[in-house]
């Protein structure tokens, strides 16, 4: 489903600036960035007295998370919690949703302790007893170029590692050709290591929209932890909820982890990360490749040569990326921002580009066009890139 945004606000950028390394790293990120929203629908059961909550219609609640594109063509990983029907994801908001209920009916006290004691014995589920409760997922994230577009996708749950195995989960979602970014191998990132935690945080997607621009947040490695065996990293990057299952990039803009969760009751920023093993785990034994895609590399080869000052090159890289993907958000205003900024030509060859794959009218221009791209796509790949070929087991 594609449906129009009214965009408020322009894409955040230090135009012929030069770049601080988080701005960099944030416009390598975004635009793989997505917004993962689930709904659920159940009952949940005491098995200590038999009484299910609900009624005969149940309960329905709708959950927000983050997520990230990881491989062209199709595949998105967020934190497991968010797919979850456990207490700390789908099952823990249909609980909330009795509690409600109760509450108003006057049968409870202490709303804390009842929420930890229901939580703890109470069973969710589907319309028969022992059956699993619903859940629909949807990727949402944001197209176009002069009219912005919010794209959303069914997903279907790939894999899931729910919390105290990993807290990943793989989404699929019927799409190709998407901007993906790298995952790093490396799991054991020092302290003091500078990161940014990028997502949709959930009161900015109430008061506009969950897919006009993602949040990025800076902050550092704090300590490495141990979460029920599985390695995970404590930053001081402020996350908020609905950025839960977002990535947390390096500087390089490679995706070191996943917000995981933020300790109740914690008043400073702090945050644990799910490391990035974990989602290798996760990418095993499935056909995922994750490794940046032609198109991946000349964008951020065209980020590199945009903030060097070298705008045509810069133009030559964006047109490449347009030409396979008229609908990148990003790279088109980096173009727009890179010839107005030096001798990039005119933008009729931005037009061009979009105009014959959206009309699919020129067909000699748009042959032009491919063939510049692959030309483009053979260029050197920048130093933070992987070689296509390259994969992980």
Not at 228 to 254: F, K, L, Q, W
Request: glycine content about 12%; some cysteine.
């Amino acid at each position: 489903m594609i449906r129009v945004l009214a965009v408020g606000a322009a894409i955040a950028l230090a135009a012929g600036a030069p770049a601080s390394p988080e701005e960099r790293a944030a416009a390598i990120t975004r635009p793989a960035v997505v917004s993962v929203e689930v709904d659920w629908h159940g009952w949940v059961r005491d098995p200590g007295t038999g009484e299910v909550f609900g009624g005969p219609s149940g309960y329905t609640a709708t959950t927000r998370c983050s997520g990230v594109v990881v491989a062209e063509d199709g595949y998105v990983v967020t934190a497991g919690h968010c797919v979850d029907a456990g207490p700390a994801g789908g099952g823990g908001a249909l609980v909330d949703l009795a509690l409600a209920e109760l509450a108003g009916y006057g049968r409870v006290g202490d709303e804390t302790k009842a929420r930890a004691q229901l939580a703890t014995v109470a069973v969710v589920e589907g319309a028969s007893a022992g059956t699993p409760v619903r859940r629909d997922v949807r990727v949402a994230r944001i197209v176009g170029t002069s009219s912005p577009e919010l794209d959303v996708a069914p997903a279907t749950v790939v894999d899931l590692l729910p919390p105290g195995e990993g807290d990943v989960a793989l989404l699929r979602i019927p799409r190709e050709q998407l901007a993906a970014v790298e995952v790093t191998t490396e799991d054991a990132l020092p302290a003091g290591t500078p990161v940014l935690a990028v997502g949709f945080p959930a009161a900015v997607g109430d008061a506009t929209d969950p897919g006009t621009e993602p949040t990025s947040k800076n902050g550092q490695i704090s300590a490495r932890r141990a979460v029920s065996g599985t390695p995970h990293y404590e930053i001081s990057a402020a996350a908020a909820p609905g950025m839960s299952g977002g990535p947390v990039v390096d500087m390089a803009g490679r995706v070191i982890g996943l917000v995981s969760a933020a300790p109740r009751g914690e008043t400073q920023p702090f945050n644990l990360v799910t490391a990035s093993s974990s989602i290798w785990k996760a990418l095993r034994g499935h056909p995922v490749r994750a490794v940046p895609s032609a198109n991946d590399r000349n964008f951020v080869a065209g980020l590199d040569r945009y903030y060097d000052g070298d705008y045509p090159e810069a133009v030559e890289y964006f047109d490449a990326v347009l030409a396979a993907t008229p609908a990148h958000r990003q790279a088109a205003e980096y173009r727009r921002l890179a010839a107005e900024h030096g001798d990039g030509g005119p933008d009729v060859v931005l037009l061009l580009i979009i105009g014959c794959a959206t009309l699919g009218v020129g067909t000699a221009v748009a042959g032009t066009v491919l063939w510049r791209r692959r030309r483009i796509a053979d260029l050197p790949t920048p130093p933070h890139g992987l070689a296509l070929g390259v994969h992980h087991d």
